[in-house]
């Protein structure tokens, strides 16, 4: 694989890997955020799906953050009877966001965002070192 492609491959890694941490930053600012009233929801975690994708002109496989999609999971209910977004039994309904997943996520996102910048930083290395060599 030459140095462009490797390059490539790894800016799309990056590209992908912020959208996924906007995404994870997002959900865990609103990690506590209920709905107005008795029937509102609260707030919906969102995923981001990637897909592979060729980069024709280069000859080399990409990846891409494909879309972001709500979590279909069930929300969480707890007991708050003064809440005006309470039920008529008490009880309201919570985010379907875990702080805990969140940021394990969110660790996985930048060791893999740093993995794609140190492969850059290599590619950009071999390339300083060819051109040192033809010197």
Do not use: C, H, W
């Not at 394990?104 to 060599?133: H, V």
Request: proline share 4%; glycine share 8%; hydrophobic share 35%.
């Amino acid at each position: 694989m030459d140095l462009v492609k490797a390059m490539t491959a790894s800016a799309s890694g990056l590209r992908a890997q912020s959208v996924r941490m906007r995404v994870i930053s997002e959900n865990i600012a609103n990690q506590n955020s209920m709905g107005d009233g008795p029937g509102d929801d609260p707030y919906r975690r969102k995923v981001v799906t990637f897909r592979n994708q060729m980069d024709r002109a280069l000859g080399v496989n990409t990846v891409v953050a494909e879309k972001v999609q709500f979590d279909k999971s069930d929300f969480g209910l707890k007991y708050d009877p003064g809440n005006p977004a309470a039920n008529t039994e008490g009880y309201v309904r919570t985010p379907n966001v875990s702080g805990l997943v969140e940021m394990m996520d969110f660790q996985q996102a930048q060791r893999s965002y740093k993995a794609n910048i140190n492969a850059m930083e290599g590619s950009r290395k071999m390339t300083n070192m060819t051109i040192d060599l033809l010197r």
